[in-house]
């Protein structure tokens, strides 16, 4: 399958500061990347889809204006969370995809801590 | 949209004997099936997935059926080993619109 990466694997930052997690497609062209989020012993809950160029489409009761994402080019997406607070403590994983088959490939994840 | 349902929510089986993983979804369009595997803080892992114009593809130990008709699939694990322990998530796609079941967490006893 495809290699993707993400960056940081894990980050602790304070309240009211701001985090950007950045998810790359290694080996092919990502028309489409997937933000999920996963709380402890839990599934997987899409954030938000995100096309190459264009704006992200978020899933209801994701607030956009918080959680920014930005996918610029076939190999790079990223997720600022911004204004960080104890509750978006999470595991934040992106998955790349978009290919004919619509397969999605899952990078490492990024454990956000926010105190 | 779409939601999946997946059963049971814990499984414990000891080594060598099968597992088997249900999972239904609401939407008929929903066209690709995939299983992913997750280990305890580490990425899903594709294991093994379908689309709906098969109605069942097998890889080693590893098998899935899909019945359109009653919008069901199950993932089955023969000869199950103690590195088969992790959670299963099935997943109903749409084309990229992929939704997940609640996972599965299968415990394999030596």
């Known amino acids: 399958g495809a290699v993707v990466s993400q960056h940081p694997s894990w980050v602790i930052c304070k309240s009211g500061t701001s985090v950007k997690i950045e998810c790359r497609s290694l080996?092919?062209?990502?028309?489409?990347m997937f933000w999920y989020r996963q709380f402890p012993k839990q599934s997987l809950m899409l954030m938000a889809t995100?096309?190459?160029?264009?704006?992200?489409?978020?899933e209801q009761g994701v607030e956009k204006d918080k959680f920014l994402i930005n996918h610029a080019s076939l190999t790079l997406s990223t997720l600022t969370v911004t204004s960080a607070h104890p509750e978006d403590s999470s595991f934040y994983i992106c998955s790349a995809g978009g290919g004919i088959n619509y397969e999605q490939y899952f990078g490492p994840g990024t454990r956000l801590t926010v105190t | 949209g779409e939601n999946v349902e997946q059963h049971p929510s814990t499984l414990s089986v000891q080594e060598g004997d099968s597992a088997v993983i249900k999972c239904t979804y609401s939407d008929s369009a929903s066209n690709y099936f995939p299983w992913y595997k997750q280990e305890l803080g580490k990425r899903p892992q594709l294991i093994i997935d379908?689309?709906?114009?098969?109605g069942e593809k097998k890889d080693q130990r590893i098998a899935v059926t899909l019945n359109k008709t009653a919008k069901h699939f199950s993932l089955h694990i023969t000869e199950t080993q103690p590195e088969d322990s992790a959670v299963y998530f099935c997943a109903a796609a749409n084309n990229n619109d992929m939704r997940f079941g609640a996972g599965t967490r299968l415990t394999v006893k030596p």
């Open positions: 995100s096309n190459e160029g264009s704006k992200a489409t978020y």
């Open positions: 379908i689309r709906s114009n098969v």
């Open positions: 080996d092919f062209q990502a028309t489409t």
